[in-house]
C-alpha cells in the first residue's frame, strides 16, 4: 500500500470518529417542555358565578283585565285623597264640584264597602252634628236644625243624626221650661185676704219709706190682733220688719214666723 493511500484511509477513520463523538453530545442536551398558556375564556368560566337569565318567553304576561283592576284602584285612592284633603279644609258639601262628600261618595261608587271612604263620610257627619250641637248652645236653633240637614244629605241612615236631633230638641226643650218658671215668678202676684207684698228693694229706701211701706200692715195687726208670719230671702231683714211692726204696736207683743221665701210678703194670721 503506498503512502497516499495509508493517509486517506488514516484520515477517513478520524473523521468517522468525530462524528460518533458530536451525536451522543446532542442527543445529551435536556429537552425544554412547552408550557401553554391558559385559555382566558376556559379561566373565566370557572372563576365566574352562575347567573340563571329568565327566559323572557316564559314570563307571565299581565292581562288587559289586571291593567284595568290596577288603574281603577289607584283613581278610587286618588279620590280618596282628594276627599281627606277637603275634609281638613272644612269643604264638606260646598264648593260644588270640589268638597268631600263628592270625593267620598264617587270612591264608594267604585268601590263600595271602601273602609277610608266609609270613614271619610262618617267624619263629615260628625262634624255637622258638632256645629249643630255648639248652635243650639249659643240658642242658635234655626242654624242648628240647618246643619243636622246637612248631615242627613250626606248619610241619613247615620245615628249619630238621630242622637244629635234628640239632644237639641231636649235642650231647647229645657230651655223653654226653664224660661216659663222665671217668667211665672217675674208676674206680679195678686195679694190675697190678709197678703201685704212689700218691694224687694225696701231696705234700699229712706226710713221714712219704709215706714210708709210697712204701715198699712201695722195699722191691720193693730186693729186685729192678729199675728203674722215674714216670708223674706234675709233672714235679718225679716226681723228687722218684725221690729218695726212690733216696735209701732204698743198695746200688745205682735207674735210673728219668718220663714226664708223669697216671696218679699207679710202676711197676717187668725189664731
Not at 267604585?110 to 255648639?134: E, H, K, L, S
Request: net charge negative.
Amino acid at each position: 500500500m503506498s503512502k497516499n493511500q495509508v493517509y486517506f484511509l488514516f484520515m477517513a477513520l478520524f473523521l468517522t470518529g468525530c462524528q460518533t463523538n458530536i451525536a451522543p453530545s446532542e442527543q445529551g442536551e435536556p429537552r425544554q417542555e412547552k408550557v401553554s398558556e391558559p385559555d382566558p375564556k376556559s379561566a373565566s368560566a370557572e372563576l365566574a358565578p352562575v347567573i340563571n337569565v329568565p327566559d323572557m318567553k316564559k314570563t307571565t304576561a299581565i292581562s288587559p283585565e289586571q291593567i284595568k283592576s290596577r288603574a281603577a284602584k289607584r283613581l278610587t285612592l286618588s279620590l280618596i285623597a282628594q276627599g281627606e284633603d277637603a275634609l281638613s279644609a272644612d269643604r264638606l258639601l260646598t264648593p260644588e264640584d270640589d268638597n268631600a262628600n263628592l270625593y267620598f261618595q264617587a270612591a264608594l261608587g267604585r268601590d263600595p264597602g271602601n273602609f277610608r271612604a266609609i270613614q271619610g263620610i262618617a267624619a263629615i257627619v260628625d262634624v255637622y252634628t258638632q256645629w249643630a250641637w255648639d248652635a243650639a248652645r249659643s240658642r242658635d236653633y234655626i242654624q242648628s236644625a240647618r246643619y243636622l240637614e246637612y248631615a242627613r244629605s250626606v248619610n241619613p241612615e247615620d245615628p249619630v243624626i238621630v242622637e244629635m236631633t234628640s239632644r237639641v230638641k231636649d235642650l231647647k226643650a229645657k230651655r223653654e221650661h226653664a224660661a216659663k218658671v222665671v217668667s211665672k215668678k217675674s208676674e206680679p202676684k195678686e195679694p190675697q185676704v190678709g197678703q201685704y207684698f212689700l218691694p224687694e228693694t225696701l231696705f234700699s229706701l229712706s226710713e221714712d219709706e219704709i215706714i210708709a211701706q210697712i204701715q198699712p200692715i201695722i195699722d191691720e195687726v193693730a186693729k186685729t190682733e192678729q199675728s203674722i208670719e215674714i216670708y223674706w230671702p234675709n233672714d235679718k231683714q225679716a226681723r228687722l220688719i218684725y221690729q218695726i211692726i212690733n216696735s209701732r204696736i204698743t198695746a200688745f207683743r205682735v207674735r210673728a214666723m219668718t220663714y226664708h221665701r223669697a216671696d218679699y210678703m207679710v202676711e197676717l194670721k187668725q189664731d
